[in-house]
């Protein structure tokens, strides 16, 4: 497959852990892009990564961060978890930096579940 | 404040029918605006954006600033159209603001 791809598919957890999401983007993609899914809030943008640097941020929690790494996968770190966490993490990647001249083709996400 | 409202969750059109997913949003700039689909099953991916001006599977979105509006239209709906439709803009810093969604049903 080679399309995007995060690990794992789903992970159960429980409140004031921590957890790890990894998405590796399409061969060629130098931009990834994370995204929250929960039924209150919908799709929210949390932040955006090009070519190893943080190119824009939109909602996302001080307890949590991300990196992109040299190979270009890049990981979520999910901090001091809340109920709230719970959620459907998507990854996205496109070729270049900016959304709009590059589509983003989305991963089929990481389902968190923190008890 | 910047907001993509998607007034309906859910949309039940029967097969022949037109379609128009309604999406409203609220930007102090010039938007750059999207349709996104989820097909059951499936990842999300791009239907059509605006500056494209193209039309996809016979959907086609037309940006009307003085309305504030990006309506998806389709003028005779098919059942593989039955999916989850996401409206989405890009700001200026290339923060992307998404919908809540539409499910559309269209009915045999």
């Known amino acids: 497959d080679s399309g995007v791809t995060q690990t794992p598919k789903h992970l159960i957890t429980a409140t004031g852990q921590r957890v790890t999401l990894r998405c590796s983007p399409r061969s060629g993609d130098l931009s990834v892009y994370w995204y929250q899914q929960s039924l209150d809030q919908g799709l929210q943008f949390l932040i955006q990564?090009?070519?190893?640097?943080?190119?824009a941020k939109g909602n996302i929690l001080e307890r949590f961060s991300a990196q992109q790494f040299p190979d270009l996968h890049s990981e979520l770190n999910l901090s001091s978890l809340e109920l709230g966490d719970s959620a459907l993490y998507f990854c996205?990647?496109?070729?270049?930096?900016?959304?709009?001249?590059?589509?983003?083709?989305f991963g089929p996400g990481t389902r968190l579940t923190v008890l | 404040a910047q907001r993509v409202t998607q007034p309906e969750k859910l949309l039940s059109v029967f097969k022949g029918a037109p379609v128009e997913l309604k999406c409203n949003y609220s930007y102090s700039g010039s938007p750059e605006l999207f349709w996104y689909v989820q097909y059951s099953r499936q990842r999300l991916q791009l239907l059509l954006r605006?500056?494209s001006r193209e039309s996809i599977k016979g959907f086609t979105a037309d940006l009307n600033k003085g309305e504030t509006s990006f309506h998806l239209k389709k003028p005779f709906a098919q059942e593989e159209d039955s999916a989850m439709y996401y409206c989405?803009?890009?700001?200026?810093?290339?923060?992307?603001?998404f919908g809540k969604g539409t499910r559309l049903h269209i009915l045999p």
């Open positions: 990564y090009y070519n190893g640097e943080e190119r």
């Open positions: 996205a990647s496109s070729r270049g930096g900016r959304a709009d001249y590059n589509e983003q083709f």
């Open positions: 605006h500056i």
């Open positions: 989405a803009l890009r700001t200026r810093d290339d923060k992307i603001i």
